[in-house]
């Protein structure tokens, strides 16, 4: 019986679906991850808050606009401390 051998480094399609972007960010695969689902979180959050303010507009009149303000005050801020601003994707997820 022959032991599998895994590759010491990623394959090319590993590598582009898993790494490349997040190295592209100056992030590692786990950061990125975490980010990301910070930021699904907020977004998730807002959605809600437009869902309950569209039944009861008195509820929740600020919440969706200011978390979105946030978060791309936080992206541009991202952005500009970049070690190579102008490469930086206009995305960031």
């Known amino acids: 019986m022959t032991a599998q051998h895994?590759?010491?480094h990623p394959?090319?399609?590993?590598?582009?679906?898993f790494l490349d972007h997040?190295?592209?960010l100056g992030m590692t695969w786990a950061s990125h991850g975490?980010?990301?689902?910070?930021i699904g979180v907020r977004l998730l959050g807002a959605g809600f808050a437009?869902?309950?303010?569209?039944?009861v507009p008195g509820?929740?009149?600020q919440t969706a606009?200011?978390?979105i303000t946030g978060m791309?005050?936080?992206?541009t801020q991202r952005k500009a401390a970049a070690a190579n601003p102008e490469n930086w994707p206009d995305y960031e997820i």
Request: hydrophobic share 45%; with cysteine.
């Open 6 to 8: 895994r590759p010491a």
């Open 11 to 17: 394959t090319g399609l590993t590598r582009r679906l």
């Open 22 to 24: 997040p190295r592209s």
């Open 34 to 38: 975490l980010g990301a689902v910070a």
């Open 50 to 55: 437009c869902l309950v303010h569209a039944v």
């Open 59 to 61: 509820f929740f009149t």
């Open 65 to 67: 606009g200011r978390t």
């Open 72 to 75: 791309y005050a936080h992206m």
